[in-house]
């Protein structure tokens, strides 16, 4: 959740209509350098902040109401929503730093671009950083448009809203891609369809989140990252795998993945407890920085959002959201 500055991803199509639409204006995106904090082994530093609690609903509002009015095409109530001066990180890599007026060129081209646009609400809390003293909005939803090609596309993403004088400052956007034949549709009995009423949870459901990351980031601890695991796994990965599984065969599959990497360093930016009460669930929400090289020396950089249901202590399931920081 803190602002780290990656460098701009290759065009996509959606990048190929904001360019359009800035050079058009005469402006361009800023570049940006990654730059990541080395933290000691012994010592666990979180980035930006590993202290949040609950605040204003207020401050969901504002992300809520940017998101209603991107779907019903409103630029106007989506511009009231903006500061004078707005950050995007997209999660295909794209940053953007500008005035209030060059960010509404972007949010009108994606707007063309995703024609019919559907944005379910399966989660939302109002959480503040108590050591920055920043506020957020945090998001899970999932975008359903067609291209002006005709092309049908469905994305689930986590979004992080700094709310600064009741305007969004900064969004921050993971993406996970759903698995194949996946199909979200609303919920009707309720505005979002897992849960928009979460509370403080202990702090010590985060260990076994800890505790697996760092055994992960060490290929010759992958059987101590095991322990951290309930007897049976749900993992849905950024890129629309998704495995449900014994813990040994989830091991047999993370030794698989991660077998060929010389080095693994995983830097957390932020994390937090949550419990949702009205669904009776303990979740730990991650912000991590992972840098990973092969045995060629290829190295590869995603920031990642995980977001860990615990059982009893034990890690019954992660989603995992990804936002690219180099060219592929």
């Given at each position: 959740?803190?602002?780290?500055?990656?460098?701009?991803?290759?065009?996509?199509?959606?990048?190929?209509?904001?360019?359009?639409?800035?050079?058009?204006?005469?402006?361009?995106?800023?570049?940006?350098?990654?730059?990541?904090?080395?933290?000691?082994?012994?010592?666990?530093?979180?980035?930006?902040?590993?202290?949040?609690?609950?605040?204003?609903?207020?401050?969901?509002?504002?992300?809520?109401?940017?998101?209603?009015?991107?779907e019903?095409?409103?630029?106007?109530?989506?511009?009231?929503?903006?500061?004078?001066?707005?950050?995007?990180?997209?999660?295909?890599?794209?940053?953007?730093?500008?005035?209030?007026?060059?960010?509404?060129?972007?949010?009108?081209?994606?707007?063309?671009?995703?024609?019919?646009?559907?944005?379910?609400?399966?989660?939302?809390?109002?959480m503040?950083?108590?050591?920055?003293?920043?506020?957020?909005?945090?998001?899970?939803?999932?975008?359903?448009?067609?291209?002006?090609?005709?092309?049908?596309?469905?994305?689930?993403?986590?979004?992080?809203?700094?709310?600064?004088?009741?305007?969004?400052?900064?969004?921050?956007?993971?993406?996970?891609?759903?698995?194949?034949?996946?199909?979200?549709?609303?919920?009707?009995?309720?505005?979002f369809?897992?849960?928009?009423?979460?509370?403080?949870?202990?702090?010590?459901?985060?260990?076994?989140?800890?505790?697996?990351?760092?055994?992960?980031?060490t290929?010759?601890?992958?059987?101590?990252?095991?322990?951290?695991l309930?007897?049976?796994?749900?993992?849905?990965?950024?890129?629309?795998?998704?495995?449900?599984?014994?813990?040994?065969?989830?091991?047999s599959?993370?030794?698989?993945?991660?077998?060929?990497?010389?080095?693994?360093?995983?830097?957390?930016?932020?994390?937090?407890?949550?419990?949702?009460?009205?669904?009776?669930?303990?979740?730990?929400?991650?912000?991590?920085?992972?840098?990973?090289?092969?045995?060629?020396?290829?190295?590869?950089?995603?920031?990642?959002?995980?977001?860990?249901?615990?059982?009893d202590?034990?890690?019954?399931?992660?989603?995992?959201?990804?936002?690219?920081?180099?060219?592929?």
């Open positions: 959740m803190h602002q780290p500055k990656p460098i701009p991803m290759k065009n996509t199509l959606f990048m190929a209509i904001i360019m359009a639409f800035l050079y058009s204006c005469g402006g361009a995106p800023k570049e940006y350098n990654v730059v990541v904090e080395v933290i000691p082994d012994d010592v666990q530093k979180f980035i930006y902040s590993a202290s949040f609690k609950p605040t204003n609903w207020a401050i969901y509002d504002v992300c809520r109401k940017f998101m209603d009015a991107l019903s095409g409103d630029l106007a109530a989506v511009e009231s929503t903006f500061a004078d001066s707005v950050s995007l990180y997209l999660a295909d890599g794209s940053v953007f730093d500008s005035t209030k007026d060059s960010i509404m060129v972007i949010a009108a081209g994606y707007m063309d671009m995703a024609q019919n646009l559907n944005i379910t609400h399966h989660a939302g809390m109002s503040r950083s108590t050591d920055m003293k920043h506020d957020w909005a945090l998001a899970w939803i999932t975008e359903s448009y067609t291209t002006p090609e005709g092309v049908e596309e469905q994305i689930a993403f986590q979004e992080n809203y700094l709310i600064e004088s009741g305007k969004i400052r900064t969004i921050r956007q993971y993406a996970l891609t759903l698995p194949a034949g996946v199909v979200i549709e609303d919920s009707p009995d309720s505005e369809t897992y849960s928009g009423s979460f509370e403080k949870a202990d702090e010590s459901l985060r260990e076994p989140v800890l505790g697996w990351n760092n055994a992960i980031s290929p010759t601890d992958f059987d101590e990252a095991a322990q951290y309930a007897d049976s796994v749900t993992i849905y990965l950024m890129d629309g795998s998704m495995f449900n599984a014994s813990k040994d065969s989830i091991m599959l993370v030794n698989v993945m991660l077998g060929d990497f010389t080095s693994i360093d995983v830097q957390f930016d932020a994390i937090t407890t949550v419990h949702s009460k009205d669904q009776n669930q303990d979740w730990v929400l991650s912000w991590t920085n992972e840098t990973m090289v092969n045995a060629a020396g290829e190295e590869e950089n995603v920031l990642v959002h995980e977001d860990y249901l615990i059982e202590g034990k890690i019954r399931m992660v989603r995992q959201f990804g936002m690219k920081t180099s060219p592929e």
